[in-house]
């Protein structure tokens, strides 16, 4: 089993729609979680960072982690065209960190 | 400021060819790392320097791969002998210590004919 696992996917939306992404993961040792989009051809690119539970916005992204049920979410809200990507959930652990584990990614594409 | 800086972008050469990766963090940049994506996956760690020094290499999946890190800048990622499951992207990483989020290139595209 992964430790962190992720819907593929893909997930197609209206334009303006509100998006829910999703990662659940097995280890209670992570402390960081980040979030990252990857459009064809490009490296990841960050878009949240958070460290332990809670909520955290920027925009019209905002990131939720929940530690107790091992389950971090992304929501982008007012969804465009400009946001059709993959989307990656990443992990690292406390105690320095270093590498950090990432989802397979969910396929997203906004309709105009 | 210029972000991480991969070169080549594309790189095709032959099955038991050797290969040379290299990567330019961002400056000031003390952690950087080596992923692998293969087509549709996602990402798979290979090594993780802070500094100069190597404290995880746990995902080289083979003595074939080998990398180094000088100056506490320039990273180059070797793999000898390339076989075709070699193909993949290769993607490199920096973060301000190693417990920030990482920054990453745009990868090098290596294909083992």
């Known amino acids: 089993q992964k430790e962190v696992e992720q819907d593929p996917g893909p997930l197609s939306v209206p334009e303006g729609a509100i998006v829910s992404l999703n990662c659940t993961y097995s280890n209670s040792a992570f402390q960081y979680f980040m979030w990252y989009r990857q459009y064809s051809r490009k490296g990841p690119e960050l878009l949240m960072y958070t460290y332990s539970s809670g909520n955290k916005e920027d925009g019209r992204f905002t990131a939720q982690v929940d530690k107790s049920s091992k389950y971090i979410s992304l929501f982008i809200r007012d969804s465009q065209p400009s946001d059709s990507a993959t989307y990656l959930c990443?992990?690292?652990?406390?105690?320095?960190?270093?590498?950090?584990?990432f989802g397979d990614g969910t396929t997203l594409t906004v309709k105009p | 400021g210029a972000g991480v800086s991969q070169s080549p972008s594309n790189k095709v050469t032959e099955k038991g060819k050797d290969v040379e990766l290299r990567c330019d963090p961002i400056s000031g940049h003390t952690a950087l790392y080596w992923y692998r994506q293969s087509l549709g996956q996602g990402l798979e760690f290979l090594i993780y320097f802070q500094g100069n020094s190597a404290p995880d290499k746990s995902g080289l999946p083979s003595d074939r791969f080998s990398a180094e890190r000088t100056g506490g800048s320039v990273s180059t990622l070797t793999i000898q002998r390339t076989q075709q499951e070699d193909s993949a992207v290769y993607l490199c990483?920096?973060?301000?210590?190693?417990?920030?989020?990482?920054?990453f290139g745009d990868g090098t595209r290596l294909s083992i004919l």
């Open positions: 990483a920096s973060s301000l210590t190693g417990v920030q989020p990482q920054h």
């Open positions: 990443a992990m690292k652990r406390g105690n320095n960190a270093g590498k950090s584990t």
